[in-house]
């Protein structure tokens, strides 16, 4: 496996594959690399002649409050993992060439990033819009693969794409989780364990509401307030929202009339978790 820090070789390393008719993969990472990841990887690895993983923190999607400094870096554990599933580059540039002197455009897609993970974490999402199509730039690839776990941002990438023919083919996987239903995240390893034990009421709370849409129910302040009262049996977790959405705006529904995605966000401590379920409506007897 290739360790790649510059963007200028990696672009040439893409460029000799693409010229020979390769198919590159590629899956963006901030590191820390759990099993969420590797299914990315594994999923890559098999729709594509050539992978490139990339590691990279962005300090611009982390707000000043944030964990930027304390974000586990453990390289060498990111790098086997990358070794055992395959990867042909591991990418992983450095902040000063990212963002060297001078630089000043940001990528926004505002209708999409308006809302929840926008709402909570302001310049969250130009910054992974941004850093998105920079390494798209830097690496070139035909195929990007991203996580449902991020819901939201999967979304945001899907529609940056398409605005800014990006000419990249979006696929997204479904969400990793541990054996009680949390979903994995390199952030969990914030969690104590206490904490761990009860951040899978989270998911508990969305399966809540992905049962009752399921029995017929189509009011969504039902369904919110279902998924509400399982999270309130953890009175240490605070939520920060819980949201009946169309899938492709991000909107919030007044009534379930076709498929919708579950949102929510919590704090267990001072650790902020996101999860989410895409839920279809049963079918009705005509
Ligand atoms: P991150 O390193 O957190 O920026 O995540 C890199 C990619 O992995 C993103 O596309 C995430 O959505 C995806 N990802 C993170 N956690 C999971 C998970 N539990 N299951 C599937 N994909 C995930």
């Not at 042909?88 to 990212?98: N, W």
């Not at 060297?100 to 819009?129: K, L, M, Y």
Request: aromatic share 6%.
């Amino acid at each position: 496996m290739k360790i790649i820090r510059s963007p200028a070789a990696m672009t040439g390393w893409s460029e000799r594959l693409r010229r020979e008719g390769v198919t590159i993969g590629f899956v963006p990472t901030m590191g820390a690399l759990h099993e969420g990841h590797r299914s990315l990887i594994r999923e890559a690895r098999l729709q594509c002649d050539a992978l490139v993983v990339s590691i990279f923190v962005n300090p611009t999607q982390f707000g000043p409050r944030e964990d930027l400094t304390k974000y586990p870096r453990p390289i060498s554990h990111d790098r086997a993992i990358c070794r055992q599933e395959g990867v042909d580059v591991c990418f992983e540039p450095t902040v000063e060439t990212m963002y060297p002197t001078g630089f000043q455009t940001t990528v926004t897609v505002p209708a999409v990033a308006r809302r929840w993970e926008g709402e909570a974490r302001p310049h969250h999402f130009a910054g992974v819009a941004t850093v998105v199509t920079k390494l798209f730039g830097m690496v070139r690839p035909h195929r990007a693969l991203f996580g449902q776990k991020d819901f939201q941002q999967s979304v945001l990438v899907q529609q940056l794409v398409k605005d800014l023919n990006l000419g990249v083919d979006i696929a997204v996987r479904p969400t990793v989780r541990e054996q009680d239903g949390l979903a994995m995240s390199s952030r969990n390893v914030y969690l104590s364990q206490d904490e761990r034990g009860r951040a899978v009421v989270l998911y508990k709370g969305l399966q809540a509401g992905a049962k009752v849409i399921r029995t017929g129910e189509t009011d969504a302040r039902i369904i919110q307030s279902a998924m509400a009262q399982v999270i309130l049996q953890e009175s240490t977790i605070t939520t920060d929202y819980l949201a009946v959405c169309d899938p492709r705006t991000l909107e919030p529904v007044s009534s379930v009339t076709s498929r919708v995605v579950l949102l929510g966000a919590v704090r267990v401590g001072s650790v902020r978790l996101i999860d989410n379920l895409l839920v279809n409506t049963p079918r009705r007897a005509s």
